[in-house]
């Protein structure tokens, strides 16, 4: 079965990092291009970050220089490192399969459930 | 504030059909056959219902079709059904170099 399965959320204070986890099952991690996509309480979606099949990454103006998209094709497993956490970037954050691996149709076949992140003082 | 307008809420009734809007520019719905849909019910993950204006994924029922015109895209239900009640968002490709932009949600309840 084809799931997607992330962790790592939690609640920390602004300047803080976090480190997000989501667990590819039923494909290879490496064989399709991942986003990470976050909504915050109450606004639509947001795109923060892909990594295409061929490792190549790129990051939201918002989140450029403080994010970071990788993947362990050992553990089958996308991240998303989070440094310099803002109280802005409080949000629930999903990991997604675009449905082209090269992003052109702006549209995503498998969502996981997301983990919420909570940046408070 | 989402770069594509959704209605906050619609609402019908067993058996009916409703529409819902999304409005964007010509630099994202507007220009390209690239919208899709996506249905959320509470704490799940989203599930695509339409892609590329009004292609369905294998398994999505023919109840739920899409459309566009202009610089808006929507999405019917026909035979709206209790188990239909969710959040419904879309996206678009956008010329701007976040490639996908989202509507911000309409909250679909089945009286």
């Known amino acids: 079965e084809v799931q997607l399965v992330e962790s790592g959320g939690g609640l920390i204070q602004p300047g803080g990092s976090l480190r997000l986890s989501c667990v590819v099952s039923?494909?290879?991690?490496?064989?399709?291009?991942m986003t990470w996509v976050r909504q915050a309480p109450g606004k639509g979606f947001e795109w923060v970050a892909i990594?295409?099949?061929?490792?190549?990454?790129y990051h939201a103006d918002s989140v450029e220089g403080r994010f970071t998209i990788s993947r362990d094709i050992s553990k089958n497993t996308l991240y998303l490192q989070m440094n310099s956490l803002r109280v802005g970037d409080t949000a629930r954050y999903y990991c997604?399969?675009?449905?082209?691996?090269?992003?052109?149709?702006?549209?995503?076949?498998?969502w996981g459930q997301g983990t919420m992140v909570t940046v408070s003082s | 504030q989402s770069a594509l307008t959704q209605p906050a809420s619609v609402s019908g009734s067993p058996g009916q059909s409703i529409t819902i809007s999304c409005t964007g520019t010509?630099?994202?719905?507007?220009?390209?056959?690239?919208v899709s849909w996506y249905q959320q019910h509470p704490d799940k993950a989203p599930k695509l219902l339409i892609y590329?204006?009004?292609n369905r994924p294998s398994g999505v029922s023919n109840r739920f079709s899409g459309s566009k015109s202009g610089n808006t895209a929507s999405l019917t239900i026909s035979g709206l059904q209790t188990e239909d009640e969710a959040d419904y968002f879309c996206?678009?490709?956008?010329?701007?170099?976040?490639?996908?932009?989202f509507g911000g949600g309409t909250k679909l309840t089945v009286l």
């Open positions: 010509s630099s994202d719905i507007g220009g390209y056959n690239f």
């Open positions: 997604a399969r675009p449905l082209s691996d090269d992003f052109s149709r702006a549209s995503f076949d498998i």
């Open positions: 990594i295409y099949s061929v490792g190549s990454t």
């Open positions: 996206a678009s490709y956008t010329i701007s170099n976040t490639h996908v932009v």
């Open positions: 039923g494909f290879t991690v490496s064989s399709k291009s």
């Open positions: 590329d204006v009004s």
